[in-house]
């Protein structure tokens, strides 16, 4: 099965070790009806600790509301309902993508989770991949319009890469070591004090140029695809910019770009939905549940 990252709308939570005190039992909260027990969020949080603090404990709470709102959902309305053995292989399927030669049990203490909270994980995933699907076959395929559209912002873009550095002289070192022949994603990798684009080889993406320094904008839309240029002073310090000659989008890959687009803000839209009409009641004593602007349980103020 196709494997879908789960929309914003849906909370991917990390529990580090913090405990699995508390009652034990009792009801944490009511989604449409149907009880979730203070024992099944302590199942989700790893630890031994006397207590779980209450932002640990509603975060956790928030997850397992989210996804009965949805499970109920997907069931009534898709007929969707995900068969234990496949969640099961999902489950085998995330540790063995990450556990690095660690055994099952050494995975779960590495990442804080319990197998509980793997288990659930792996529920989500296979859930809102089967849903995001069908809410694709129903999104409506861009127009020509949209499509020309799309190429036509894509050709005022500038897509550069720059290596940052403190003074000209740095600049003009940096530009003799490339031209002797130094590759220049190794040197912003190596040099530039641009450390968040230099990881990237000095990658600024493709924006367009009034959206940087005025001096460096300058230089971008003057210079010379593959040809880097002099050094370039703005507010934060001396660039080399190199212009790419980064091909437009297809009118194939503009239509794969727009349909994506729109099937993502479909399934959020879908998810917003679920959440807003759902009928849920939080215990006071572990939080109050807020489903817009990001569904959540939002734990009791101290």
């Not at 991949?129 to 694709?136: A, D, H, P, V």
């Not at 550095?165 to 590759?183: F, K, M």
Request: net charge negative.
């Amino acid at each position: 099965m196709k494997k879908y990252a789960i929309p914003l709308v849906i909370a991917v939570i990390t529990l580090a070790a913090c405990g699995s005190g508390g009652s034990g039992g009792g009801v944490a909260a009511t989604v449409n009806g149907t009880d979730i027990t203070v024992a099944d969020v302590e199942a989700l949080i790893s630890g031994e600790a006397a207590e779980i603090p209450k932002a640990e404990f509603a975060g956790a709470l928030g997850f397992l509301v989210q996804q009965q709102i949805i499970s109920e959902a997907a069931e009534s309305e898709f007929g969707i309902a995900i068969p234990e053995e496949d969640v099961t292989a999902e489950a085998t399927a995330l540790f063995e993508e990450s556990a690095n030669g660690q055994t099952r049990e050494e995975f779960l203490e590495a990442q804080g989770i319990t197998e509980e909270l793997l288990q659930q994980f792996a529920y989500s995933q296979l859930l809102v991949g089967e849903i995001s699907e069908i809410l694709q076959a129903d999104v409506e395929q861009p127009t020509q319009e949209e499509i020309d559209t799309l190429i036509t912002d894509a050709e005022a873009l500038y897509c550069s890469s720059h290596i940052l550095v403190g003074s000209e002289q740095e600049a003009n070192d940096v530009l003799a070591r490339i031209e002797a022949g130094e590759d220049f994603a190794t040197l912003a990798a190596e040099v530039s004090t641009d450390t968040a684009s230099g990881a990237q080889g000095g990658d600024l993406g493709c924006s367009a140029p009034e959206t940087y320094d005025p001096a460096f904008a300058a230089a971008l839309t003057e210079a010379e695809v593959g040809v880097p240029t002099a050094p370039v002073e703005s507010q934060f310090g001396f660039h080399v910019i190199l212009l790419r000659d980064d091909e437009l989008p297809t009118e194939a890959e503009a239509i794969e770009t727009l349909t994506a687009d729109a099937s993502s803000a479909a399934a959020n839209t879908w998810f917003t939905e679920q959440f807003e009409s759902a009928e849920v009641t939080v215990d006071e004593t572990y939080g109050t549940w807020e489903a817009t602007p990001t569904p959540q349980v939002v734990p009791p103020t101290e």
